[in-house]
């Protein structure tokens, strides 16, 4: 059902690697970034066609921007930027020049180790969240600078990961404290919409939005996976709207977290990576009224535990799937349905 | 740190246990695969020093090899090792977790799973604590902290 195609060291080679914390794919689907306890980033080109033998090549190494592990990397939505996130408690913003992505920008303020930042679907806005329990909002003004917009403090431990809503200025966060926050703009400040607590036994390790916006799928310590659903999308906008859980599905014989859950963007087929070293397929059933977590199986491994799993954005190319380890790889997968 | 500032200024020591396992019947037999056991995992850390005795967590009943359960299935090895604060609000609890687990880090195979966790009941904090030890970001955090790794590996180290 998934067929790897190809394994890729983020730094070294097998007997000298270490941690890959996450990948993330450009929109375009043709480029990937890698970040890990190396404190660099990489970017990579996906060379091939889909009928074709696919492959990763890196471009660039980023290696001058941070002093310790970099745990997570974005696209922005128009692509030429890059945004990384590290546990020295800053984020870089890189941007595209002739081809290749250069620091333009650092921006300082967490206290502590920064876990996620991600552009919003305009690329106005920049969400950062970190161990200091705070998430914050910085905006992106004409000549590219970032000004801090809000910053608020909504959890009582680490923050895990952000995501924004597909479509609408809706920011989604997940934490240690067991709990996800709902924020959205209320023209000048970013405002808390909703508090969910108590969505997992332990912390939430990662969440993901379905391509309309309209469901969103969380995994967490307990390895378990929630699926929530908006309850008003006929009549109000997501940034409005409540969200609740409708499904969940245990997963047994594992004692180890789920740390990513990513939603795949054309056939609600959902990828998890955790602890336990594999990767698994679920089903999301398409009536809304019942919805189904159905479990399609284990259905790749690495050596070590997987810390991130990423379908590839692109319609074209939304078969591939790259999971990043502990064992240093990048694996490149397809998926056979 | 001055000695009235100890958590607990005269903690009880206890009889260490030999330096030599008994050898068990195919242990010799080099053609036998002779797999990780909770003895071999208790010698790994015996010796971690304590942060404010001049003792080893073995002296003070930090670490018994009673505590240290192994589990060997087709898909995993997993380590469990329980550890036990010599006194219930012991400020120190989560700096010799931290030790323990490092220490199991750079000796076992990283294929091994390990799991350090404070014996149930034996401390004020024991779920917090647990949690932190158990959380892979704030572990991996930890170890690139240059302060707190020091002291770490103060822990670990070898008398001459």
Known sequence: ?337 | MGQERLDNANPTLFDSKPRHRPVTGTERDESVEDPIDSWEIFDLIRDINDPEHPYTLEQLNVVQEELIKVFIDEEETFVKVNFTPTIPHCSMATLIGLAIRVKLLRSLHPKVKVSVSITPGSHSTEESINRQLADKERVAAAMENQGLMHAVNECLRVPE
């Not at chain 1, 970040?35 to 696919?54: F, H, Q, T």
């Not at chain 1, 998430?135 to 917009?149: A, N, P, T, Y």
């Not at chain 1, 659903?229 to 245990?250: F, H, L, P």
């Open chain 1, 1 to 337: 059902m998934l067929r790897q195609i190809g394994e890729f060291y983020h730094q070294g080679e097998k007997d000298d690697t270490s941690r890959v914390w996450m990948t993330c794919w450009h929109h375009g689907g043709r480029i990937l970034a890698s970040c890990g306890d190396d404190k660099a980033v990489r970017v990579w080109s996906l060379v091939g066609e889909p009928d074709s033998k696919m492959r990763l090549e890196c471009r660039t190494t980023l290696d001058d921007s941070h002093t310790r592990a970099v745990r997570s990397v974005a696209f922005s939505n128009d692509g030429k930027c890059l945004v990384s996130a590290s546990f020295d408690a800053s984020v870089v913003v890189y941007q595209q020049e002739d081809g290749e992505f250069a620091e333009v920008n650092k921006l300082e303020g967490h206290e502590s180790e920064v876990k996620c930042a991600v552009f919003s679907k305009s690329d106005e806005f920049l969400a950062t969240c970190s161990r200091d329990k705070s998430v914050w909002f910085w905006q992106q003004d004409e000549d590219e600078d970032f000004s801090v917009s809000s910053i608020l403090q909504p959890h009582t431990q680490d923050v895990k990961q952000v995501a924004w809503h597909p479509t609408e200025d809706l920011l989604v966060s997940c934490s240690y404290d067991s709990s996800i926050r709902f924020y959205r703009f209320d023209g000048e400040d970013w405002v808390t919409q909703q508090k969910i607590d108590g969505c997992h036994v332990g912390t939430v390790w990662s969440i993901a939005f379905d391509t309309e916006g309209h469901r969103l799928v969380t995994v967490g310590e307990d390895h378990c996976i929630q699926l929530f659903v908006r309850e008003n999308i006929g009549s109000k906008s997501a940034d409005q709207d409540t969200w609740k859980s409708v499904a969940r599905y245990d997963v047994e014989n594992t004692r180890w977290p789920l740390y990513s859950v990513a939603w795949n963007s054309t056939n609600d087929v959902i990828a998890t990576g955790g602890g336990d070293c594999k990767i698994r397929l679920f089903k999301i059933s398409s009536t809304p009224e019942s919805p189904v977590i159905e479990h399609l199986g284990v259905v790749g491994r690495h050596e070590l535990d997987v810390n991130h799993v990423a379908w590839n954005p692109n319609p074209k190319f939304s078969n591939l799937l790259t999971s990043a380890s502990d064992d240093g790889t990048i694996r490149l997968w397809e998926l056979e349905i």
